[in-house]
């Protein structure tokens, strides 16, 4: 009987820490209700490079939370859901050093622009961009200053 009580006082402190815990993730307000609690993301969890919302509900309180950059645009603050158990799950956030900078909420895949000859605009090792691929008309099709210009 003694083993019992023991055994059940042991359960109630798990469910009380957790509860504790649950509470104090979500920005110090009390969790409530812990078994009505749900949480959503809508770019499926960690997701560096996809901005991404998560939604937080425990039918009295409801967090939304979008994933955002710093203002060093290098530092991403990504949310997620994070469920330990199937009675709790709360919003987490992790930072994030994305590699080529971030941008709108998501880490930049390359920080090197895509470069296109005939574009009109003379990037990177471009002598010229005249807006289109065509040799001899004074703008190589590679972007180079033609040399030689075709009589007509
Ligand atoms: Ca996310
Ligand atoms: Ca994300």
Redesign the pocket.
Known sequence: MAKDRSLMIAIIGIFVMAWIIGGLNIQGKSAGSAASTSCSDS?GG???????TINWNNGTYQITQT?KCDSTGKI?Y???CYTPNSINTWGQMTKYTCPYGCQN??CLKSSVPTRRCGNGIVEGTEQCDDGNTISYDGCSSTCRVDRVTRRV
């Open positions: 770019d960690i997701n560096y490079n996809f901005t991404g994933d991403l990504e949310y997620y909420g998501a």
